[in-house]
Each structure stands twice: as structure tokens, then as C-alpha cells.
């Protein structure tokens, strides 16, 4: 309890002494400060096509329908996974083979995850997960192939809008893109810890 | 007689041309990126960067009542608040955290601040495996080495040393594919993750209104930690505050772009208190550790404007000095332009041992032009040479030549006057009688002079008021 008494008083004391102290910047100022990226309107059509877009811009892959997903699979060898039984409801009847739960023993085993999205975000091409919609943060995370499934309607327009929509949960993870470094040489690799194919299964509705 | 170059010119020198050569091709790299991606995704970047500067002024003018009030928050989300004066402080609360669970090994995500306090050394003294997990900071670490950039710590290093660093480690055969050796760090630290008790990470901004941590890696390090281990640690200096949520896309969209040119970084958290309950994996605990280390001091001094910094790298990029000299040359843990403001300001030896970094610079402007946050970094460091002088610290005078006699004939008119008419005789004179003073000497060293051309304006000005009738 010292260290921090003495931390605000010495803050205190240095601000203290200042004759003029700046405004905060209203959140109507800093909101207006918005990107080209953005899309132009925030019609279903609009916000689907520009976060198909910039998923692709950032290395991510769109799939629709359950066709794609097991095709997508299939090209990058993932035999074995992850799908997240809420996932398989949503998506209805599908050939795809695979473990409803994730275990951490077989973590090297589990070769893709098909998990539940939260949000996406059209401006960045951003797949937003929660603790709420992901029952196993690893099964998102560690397996080669991540597959976050995500409906149209859950498609916001900006970082704002989801920020916005922010809850109480307690870990909310912006992925956009795969997983990825430029520490050797600036040379650019994907999946370094996490996956290194991101995908994001768009449903209707 | 103190030393006629300084330590910065002479690590320079010194430096082999291939680090130089790696150096130099990826901070122009990435000062590229950042230019293509502010420049076309904004229509006026410049705006951007002055409003996260007046956000950032304003949370430090006000720390003492946001620390208070993101105290709060933190708590209300189920995390302990530790507070830590200095480095020895922070490293002892970690050590005594991960003693009160019985942990013994730590997985650490990148965090400037930890390298400040040295905390890998501090805990493997105290029996406890630490592991970097970034993969720079990972080479860095097997090589006993030190990061020379505040986001890609091994730009000093090319493909080939990291290769015979993995295969002396038993990572694997040698290889220059960049592909295999990151797949090689990437099984040997997924072993380290799921063995770990507590992930450690440091913060990019703590928003005062909700006490979330926000974090952004491109790798997923700090993610793997805080799913792979029970217990979270995050390490943050005090100055990380911003006061809303809100303010949050506006330093987002600065610090992926500026640091490496992204519009979002792969992995941004907002990490607000240990896992929801019920879920398999994630902390059980979070403890945040609000580090001072001399930060206070800088908020009191002439130059706490230094302390809005965002830690994205783009001064030290686009910087001509850090490019010749690499990051290594500034001899503390932050390194460019923001670390010739910076480390002479908290090193814990003391502001005369790093007081020359505050001349590496040509004062050319570059850095704060590219700052997202708009720090005047030149002003700062005129005033921290003017302090090294007045401090009279040994440093900050090696390789300036004496002023002594120049004020003297600038302060008077008449010797100015005889002065300027002498001066061209100057350009006649062979430079070698010249070389009198050895500080002058080491200082002509590397420059020439340029032609004198004094006095024109004196005369001009006479003719004209000869023509006025004055």
C-alpha cells in the first residue's frame, strides 16, 4: 500500500503545479475521425461485401456454406478437429466429420476448429470471439485451421460500432487475419502461435 | 580529457555492414508501409495524430484521477491492483505471486516494460522458468542477447544467425527458410505454453472507464498465454492509461498502422478480468502491476510529453541516426529517437550516463512528423542537452566544441562587425591551420565547413538606407 500512496502523491504533486491543464477531446471529435476502409453505407449488402473484401485483403478466406467449409478443409489437409456443437447446429446437416469436445491432450492432434464468432467487422475484415461464444479458447487458437462461424446479420460497419457493442465479458479477441510475424528478415510468415489459415464461414440470416 | 567521439558514433563505426545492411532495409521498409496506409486510409492523417496527442496530454495532466479511477475498474472486473515504485519492486510482486500458487514456470509475452526491469534474469535467479514467447524476443533470449527495437527485436540479426541459434538450441537442422524456422519455434513454445503456470504479459493502453487491458500481437503469443495458463500477470507502466473506451479505435487505428503498417494488428484483446467461469481454459486470476520506475519524475520535468508515447516504433524507423547505428547503440532498453528522450530519463544509472543521447540526432524533425502522437521530439531533446550542460554531466560535452569564444563576439558589435569582414579571409586559408582544437578536430572529422559568406547582408542593408536618405 505504500508503493501506491507514493505513486499518486508524486503523480499528484507533478500535476499539481501545472498552470494550464488540457481538455479532453470531446467523443463526438474523436468518433468523426473515421477511415476510407469504412463501407460507404451500412445496408446488409454493403457490409457484407466490404468485410468479404477485407478479410481477403488481410489473408483471411470467405466460405459460404457448408460445401466450402469441407472443400476448404480438405485443401489444407485437416482431417481432424474441432466443431463446436453450437457451430453444427447452426449450419445444419453436413458431411463433415469431427470431436464436439477439445481436449487439451490431444491439442497436437486437432488439426482445425470450427468455432463461434461473436461479431465481424467490415472496415478491417475483423472476426471478433468472446469467452461467451467460445466454450474452449484453445480450440480457437491452436490448431492450424481456424474456422469462426459467423451469421450476415452479426456484421457491424466499423471498430467503433463493435466496440460498442462491447458486454461485460471478459475476453473479447479481434482476429484479423492468420496469425503472423516479419521478425526474420521483415520477411512476412503466417502462423507463428495461432492459426496459420484463418477462414470465416458466413451463414445467412 | 574526456573522450573526443562519442559512444553512439564509435558503436556506429563499428557496427558489421550486414547488421547495418538488415537494419537500414527494414525500418525503410515499415516507415513505407506506415506512409501507404495513414496517407490513403485517412483524409487528413495529420489530424488524427494531434487528437491522440491532446487525448494522451490530457490523461497525463490528469494521471493521478484516472490511476484512481482505473484502479476501480480493474477491480470491479476481478483483478488485483499492485503498484511498484521501481524494478526491483515489480519483479519481487511477480516472484511473490507466482510463489503464493506454488508456479514455477512462466510464459511471458513481449513487454518493453519487462525489459526495463529486467524480470527474465530476476525470476530465472529465483528458480523460476521464464520464456519469451515472441520470436524475436525468443532469439534474443537463447542468444543472451538484447533487443535493439521496441517491435521487431531482432532487426539487427539476419536469417542465418537465427538458424545457427536453433540448431545450437536443438530446435532443429539448420535451415535459411524463414518458413521452417518459424514452424520450429512454433513446436518447440507450444510445448512451453501448455506447461506454464502463469502467462505474463505487459499492455498497450488500460482504458480508465472499463479497466480493460488492451493488447495487440501479430503472432498470437500473448493470446496462447492467457488461454494455455491459470494464472494471468500484466506488467504496465502508468503513463498506458486513456481515459475512455471510446478513445480506443482512434489509437488503434495510429499504432498498427504506424508500427507496421496494418489498419488493425492480427490480434487485438480487450482483456476485462480472469475467464468467464465454467469455461475450460484462461486465468483463473489477473493482477495488474502499475509500474512508476522515474515515470513520475518525467511527468514533473520539462519533458513528460515523451510519456504519450504508444511504443510503435515508427521514430526510430524512419530516423537517420538509429538506421546507421541500430538500436543497440542507445545502450538501454528503448532505443531511437523516443529512447534519446527516454532512457537518459529513467535508466536506473542516472541521467549523466546516457546524457550524450540527446545529441544523436540532427535535429531533422523526421520522428515527430511521423509520431502518432505528435511528440515534439526535438524540442525535448534540445532540452535535455541544455540540461546535460547545465547538469555539467561529462557525456553531453564530448566532441561540442567550445562556444566560449563565439558568444563572446556575438554579444558584441563591434567584434562581430571585425569578425564577419575577417571571415572571408577564412576561405583562403588552408584548412589545416585551422585544426587547432581537438574537439574542433574530431568534429571536422566527419564535416567541412562551407564557404564563408559573411557580411553581405550589413552592407546591403547600409546601400539601402543610403538610398532612403537615412
Not at chain 2, 28 to 55: C, G, H, N, Q, W
Not at chain 2, 240 to 260: C, E, M, W, Y
Request: proline share 5%; hydrophobic share 40%; aromatic share 6%.
Amino acid at each position: 500500500m505504500n508503493s501506491r500512496q507514493a505513486i499518486l502523491d508524486k503523480v499528484k504533486a507533478a500535476v499539481g503545479v501545472l498552470s494550464e491543464r488540457s481538455a479532453l477531446p470531446s467523443e463526438d471529435e474523436v468518433a468523426a475521425l473515421t477511415s476510407r476502409l469504412r463501407p460507404g453505407a451500412d445496408d446488409a449488402d454493403s457490409l457484407v461485401a466490404c468485410f468479404a473484401e477485407r478479410l481477403q485483403a488481410v489473408g483471411g478466406v470467405l466460405l459460404r456454406g457448408t460445401a466450402e467449409l469441407e472443400a476448404y478443409l480438405a485443401e489444407h489437409g485437416a482431417t481432424r478437429g474441432y466443431l463446436d456443437p453450437a457451430v453444427a447446429e447452426l449450419m445444419g446437416p453436413s458431411n463433415l466429420s469431427a470431436n464436439s469436445t477439445y481436449e487439451r491432450a490431444e491439442v497436437d492432434a486437432m488439426q482445425f476448429g470450427v468455432t463461434r464468432a461473436t461479431m465481424g467487422i467490415a472496415e478491417t475484415g475483423t472476426i471478433v470471439l468472446t469467452d461467451r461464444d467460445t466454450p474452449n479458447r484453445l480450440a480457437a487458437l491452436a490448431p492450424w485451421v481456424h474456422v469462426a462461424a459467423l451469421r450476415e446479420s452479426e456484421i457491424v460497419r466499423d471498430v467503433r460500432q463493435a466496440m460498442a457493442a462491447f458486454d461485460d465479458d471478459p475476453s473479447i479477441v479481434f482476429v484479423t487475419g492468420p496469425s503472423k510475424t516479419a521478425d526474420i528478415e521483415g520477411i512476412l510468415i503466417e502462423g507463428v502461435h495461432g492459426p496459420g489459415k484463418q477462414a470465416c464461414l458466413l451463414l445467412e440470416g | 580529457m574526456a573522450k573526443s567521439i562519442q559512444e553512439i558514433d564509435s558503436f556506429a563505426e563499428k557496427l558489421p555492414d550486414d547488421t547495418r545492411a538488415s537494419v537500414h532495409h527494414a525500418s525503410k521498409l515499415k516507415t513505407e508501409k506506415r506512409f501507404a496506409t495513414l496517407a490513403s486510409d485517412f483524409e487528413e492523417p495529420d489530424t488524427l495524430r494531434k487528437t491522440a496527442a491532446r487525448v494522451k496530454q490530457h490523461t497525463l495532466e490528469h494521471l493521478d484521477e484516472y490511476l484512481l479511477q482505473a484502479e476501480a475498474s480493474l477491480q470491479r472486473n476481478g483483478a488485483t491492483v499492485h503498484w511498484a515504485s521501481d524494478s526491483e519492486e515489480a519483479n519481487a510482486t511477480v516472484l511473490r505471486i507466482m510463489q503464493q500458487r506454488g508456479a514455477k514456470k512462466m510464459v511471458k509475452s513481449k513487454s518493453m516494460v519487462s525489459e526495463e526491469t529486467e524480470l527474465v534474469a530476476y525470476l530465472e535467479k529465483n528458480d523460476i522458468e521464464a520464456v519469451e514467447t515472441d520470436l524475436g524476443e525468443f532469439v534474443v533470449q537463447i542468444d543472451g542477447d538484447h533487443p535493439s527495437h521496441i517491435v521487431t527485436p531482432i532487426i539487427h540479426k539476419n536469417r542465418k544467425q537465427v538458424a545457427r541459434s536453433f540448431e545450437r538450441e536443438g530446435l532443429g537442422a539448420y535451415t535459411e527458410s524463414p518458413e521452417e524456422l518459424t514452424a520450429m519455434a512454433r513446436r518447440h513454445l507450444r510445448a512451453k505454453y501448455l506447461a506454464a503456470d502463469v502467462g505474463l504479459t505487459g499492455a498497450n493502453f488500460v482504458t480508465a472507464d472499463t479497466g480493460r487491458i488492451t493488447l495487440v500481437t501479430n503472432e498470437g503469443n500473448a493470446r496462447f498465454s492467457m488461454a494455455a495458463t491459470k494464472t494471468l500477470i500484466v506488467m504496465v507502466g502508468i503513463e498506458k492509461l486513456v481515459p475512455r473506451q471510446s478513445d480506443l479505435p482512434l489509437f488503434l487505428s495510429l499504432l498498427g498502422r504506424s508500427a507496421t503498417g496494418q489498419a488493425l494488428t492480427v490480434y487485438t484483446q480487450f482483456i476485462g478480468g480472469p475467464k468467464l467461469s465454467g469455461l475450460p481454459e484462461g486465468p483463473e486470476e489477473m493482477h495488474v502491476i502499475f509500474l512508476d520506475n522515474g515515470r513520475s519524475e518525467v511527468l514533473a520535468s520539462d519533458c513528460r510529453e515523451i510519456l504519450r508515447c504508444i511504443r510503435c516504433g515508427a521514430c526510430m524507423n524512419i530516423c537517420p541516426v538509429y538506421r546507421q547505428a541500430s538500436g543497440h547503440a542507445y545502450r538501454f532498453v528503448y532505443p531511437g529517437p523516443v529512447g534519446a528522450v527516454l532512457s537518459p530519463l529513467i535508466n536506473p544509472q542516472g541521467f549523466p550516463q546516457l546524457a550524450d543521447l540527446p545529441k544523436a540526432s540532427s535535429l531533422c524533425g523526421a520522428c515527430q512528423e511521423v509520431c502518432p502522437v505528435d511528440i515534439p521530439i526535438p524540442d525535448l531533446l534540445v532540452r535535455l542537452r541544455r540540461r546535460g550542460k547545465l547538469e555539467k554531466a561529462e557525456k553531453a560535452s564530448i566532441n561540442t566544441p567550445g562556444f566560449g569564444v563565439w558568444a563572446s563576439g556575438a554579444t558584441s558589435p563591434g567584434m562581430w562587425r571585425a569578425g564577419l569582414k575577417m571571415g572571408h579571409a577564412m576561405n583562403y586559408l588552408p584548412r589545416v591551420l585551422l585544426d587547432v582544437n581537438p574537439a574542433a578536430h574530431a568534429w571536422q572529422e566527419h564535416r567541412d565547413l562551407p564557404p564563408f559568406d559573411g557580411g553581405s547582408f550589413r552592407s546591403w542593408l547600409k546601400e539601402k538606407d543610403k538610398e532612403a536618405g537615412k
